[in-house]
């Protein structure tokens, strides 16, 4: 009885002594996408000076207000559903929500995901229908000196019981500073292809998803590092990735079950890997790409072989992208060689919402029994 009274003593003693206990600072969740697609953003930053959102659903950069607590707010729209990337300028540096776990996949993140989602869902949605399985593999790559890569691989719906097919594959680059995870987790392309499958618009294939920067370039990379690059690509796909994917999945190796499709400079990548190397793909696709005219001229000199070996060459661009007279001009070098390919035009810029556009517009075609898709 003593001792146990000596201690309750002790206990509020050491308790009356104690400071008071800080409030639990208050809880912030960003974004917040409110029913009527009104988009909430919080940010604690208790001494910074300025806050700014830039996102790609505004051209300009929107202020957000602090309150006593150091809390920063903004509201906007509402917004058309979609899918955006957005970030934070806090006093000249751009940062991550750091509430949001999604993130764009890219070399560095820069850029965090905001999805709006739309009633009826989108296509690039996550729908009640069938799913496809994703995978992820690594691996050294011996043609680059071991280095450790990553592909990421998209299985459709009834892959796992149905032993005896064998899929066409779709190889599928990313952009200049994206990775294997660019297609998923901001193109949403597992998405599209699971509901264009279940509308009975797409036939099953199997989706080979690489890192396309086997080496690392910018923008500004002078003309020989963007050569090194396409042919380290080229080396990568080639020599470990199709190996890969032959080894650990039933899919056709015939050149006419086997497309290859790229978005900006993972279109370059596409044109330059599938027209030198016809006897692996006839079906090749560029979405808004820089164009590898040099490399591939040697390859066109035979039009009549080309076209025989292709069954589909098709090229797009967004009417109000910055590439778009260098991709035209482009088709007209093509139609000057004789080289039968679709150019196609479309609303927009050199952005994600152009190249979904593209994709839900190409893939339906692929693979077509006839090997003659439309226009």
């Not at 043609?143 to 459709?156: E, F, N, S, W």
């Amino acid at each position: 009885m003593g001792l146990a009274l000596s201690l309750l003593t002790l206990v509020l003693t050491a308790d009356a002594g104690a400071p008071p206990a800080r409030p639990a600072p208050p809880q912030v969740v960003s974004p917040q996408v409110g029913p009527d697609r009104r988009v909430t953003f919080h940010l604690r930053a208790p001494v910074a000076k300025e806050v700014l959102l830039t996102a790609t659903f505004s051209k300009d950069k929107l202020r957000l207000t602090r309150d006593p607590q150091g809390i920063w707010t903004i509201v906007v729209g509402p917004i058309d559903p979609g899918v955006y990337e957005y970030g934070f300028w806090v006093d000249g540096y751009r940062v991550l929500d750091p509430m949001n776990p999604h993130a764009k996949p890219q070399r560095t993140l820069s850029s965090s995901v905001l999805e709006v989602p739309g009633t009826p869902p989108l296509i690039t949605e996550l729908q009640d229908v069938p799913h496809g399985t994703l995978h992820v593999h690594e691996y050294r790559a011996r043609a680059l000196d071991g280095k450790l890569r990553q592909v990421t691989i998209y299985t459709p719906p009834g892959y796992e019981k149905k032993a005896g097919t064998r899929y066409p594959v779709l190889v599928l680059l990313p952009g200049l500073y994206e990775n294997d995870s660019a297609w998923t987790g901001f193109g949403r392309g597992h998405h599209m292809l699971d509901n264009l499958l279940a509308q009975g618009k797409a036939r099953p294939m199997v989706v080979v998803m690489p890192d396309g920067n086997a080496i690392p370039v910018d923008g500004e990379a002078p003309p020989e590092r963007v050569r090194e690059a396409l042919r380290a690509l080229e080396r990568d796909l080639l020599d470990e990735v199709l190996p890969l994917v032959e080894q650990h999945y039933r899919v056709r190796t015939d050149a006419a079950g086997r497309a290859i499709a790229g978005l900006s400079s993972g279109g370059q990548r596409a044109l330059y890997v599938g027209l030198t190397h016809t006897d692996k793909f006839s079906w090749v696709l560029s979405f808004s790409s820089a164009t590898p005219r040099d490399l591939v001229e040697p390859v066109l000199t035979d039009a009549a072989a080309l076209n025989k070996k292709l069954h589909w060459l098709w090229i797009g661009c967004g009417r109000e992208d910055p590439l778009y007279k260098r991709i035209s001009d482009f088709s007209g070098w093509l139609d000057g060689k004789g080289i039968k390919h679709v150019w196609r035009t479309v609303d927009g810029g050199h952005a994600w919402p152009t190249w979904r556009a593209q994709f839900l517009e190409t893939i339906p075609q692929l693979f077509a029994p006839s090997g003659k898709p439309r226009g």
